[in-house]
């Protein structure tokens, strides 16, 4: 059981890890094709 639990956990963390890595590569992608948006949000 607890082979089980852990194995879940091991799971989880790379499928949260796989989620950020997603998320930095679309918003670096997305910041880098509209440069001009970051400087709108600022004003």
């Known amino acids: 059981?607890?082979?089980?639990i852990?194995?879940?956990f091991?799971?989880?963390a790379a499928?949260?890890?796989l989620i950020a890595?997603?998320?930095?590569?679309?918003?670096c992608s997305f910041l880098w094709y509209q440069p001009e948006l970051p400087n709108s949000l600022k004003k």
């Not at 059981?1 to 089980?4: D, E, P």
Request: glycine share 0%; proline share 0%; no cysteine.
């Open 10 to 12: 091991v799971f989880f």
């Open 21 to 27: 890595q997603i998320n930095a590569v679309s918003a």
């Open 1 to 4: 059981m607890k082979k089980l």
């Open 6 to 8: 852990k194995l879940a």
């Open 15 to 17: 499928f949260l890890t």
